[in-house]
């Protein structure tokens, strides 16, 4: 298990180098003026230059990247040139939004995609399979925005249920501040919690063909406690590959019905950052973004370890 864990702790450290050298590159060393980009293409000349040296940009490339870095690793990410803010802080700030919202929405997907997979492949070809598979099927087609902005006419328009928009913050009422993150979330678990449960399903009904299921159930085990304690951990590999990739999606795909709800979360930050042109927020939130997704495909490799040994054992 040792050597499995350094091996993709080696792999996990190449790939953040390569994707902060990949993020570095595109937004700072590509053909443009950071400066002029910054400020508008009717600054002065004079300012362009200011800012361009505040900001470093007139230091070789090579520096730059290690100052950065360096400023990855202690925390020191720089000042926002739109908001006159530390970045850290910044960032700070909206993930208390973000990776609530995103927690929120995991757990519904999680919990209505393996009640929904699982109900499915255990009624193979009845009707409560086939109508889920039905349901499930529409869930893909809707996009979360529209589903977003029918959830607020319905439940805050017309029943008032809920805020159309807006955060409360947590430090007055956190149960205000979870009902804001309601819609929201459930909004994005409607789409991912269609796609999980039909991996889920197909994933059962994979492992109820194998021959040790048939010999469980040949033994008089029945049909409930076949699949609760020989099928569904072997079913589990592919749908936490699944689930990981959904939780990163949520992280790194919130922008839209952010803005949507109103909700001061990162994918706003990143989409209001962009609009200004401030390339330093834009920078290490990408970086952040692209951090978290290959940490989850970290814990991911590890659960399969964990839950399947035979992976372990096939990597070494």
């Known amino acids: 298990m040792g050597l499995y864990l350094l091996k993709r702790l080696l792999t996990l450290i190449a790939t953040l180098v390569a994707a902060s050298a990949m993020v570095f590159l595109v937004l700072e060393i590509l053909p443009g003026d950071a400066a002029l980009i910054m400020m508008g293409p009717d600054a002065a000349p004079e300012a362009v230059r200011a800012l361009a040296t505040k900001l470093g940009l007139d230091q070789p490339a090579l520096q730059r990247y290690g100052h950065w870095v360096v400023g990855l690793l202690t925390g020191e990410l720089g000042d ?18 973000t990776v609530p919202l995103a927690l929120m929405s995991m757990a519904l997907t999680t919990a209505l995609a393996l009640s929904v997979g699982i109900y499915a492949a255990a009624h193979h070809n009845r009707v409560g399979d086939v109508g889920l598979m039905g349901l499930t099927q529409l869930g893909i087609a809707i996009p979360n925005f529209w589903f977003a902005i029918v959830l607020i006419l319905l439940f805050a328009v017309h029943l008032q249920w809920f805020a159309a928009g807006g955060f409360p913050g947590w430090s007055d009422e956190p149960a205000l501040a979870l009902k804001a993150l309601l819609l929201p979330a459930v909004s994005l678990a409607v789409v991912q919690s269609a796609i999980l449960a039909r991996i889920t399903r197909s994933a059962v009904l994979d492992v109820l063909r194998e021959d040790y299921v048939r010999t469980a159930r040949s033994k008089g085990l029945s049909r409930r406690a076949t699949l609760w304690g020989h099928v569904l951990r072997n079913a589990m590999i592919p749908v936490i590959t699944v689930m990981g990739l959904q939780f990163a999606n949520l992280l790194a795909g919130t922008i839209v019905v952010e803005n949507v709800f109103y909700l001061p979360g990162l994918g706003r930050l990143i989409f209001q950052s962009i609009a200004n042109r401030d390339v330093i927020v834009v920078r290490n939130c990408v970086m952040l973004l692209a951090a978290m997704v290959i940490i989850i495909n970290f814990v991911v490799d590890v659960l399969y370890a964990v839950i399947d040994p035979r992976v372990k054992a096939n990597d070494l």
């Open 80 to 97: 926002s040139y739109a908001y006159s803010s530390p970045v850290a802080e910044l960032i700070a700030e909206r993930l208390a939004v």
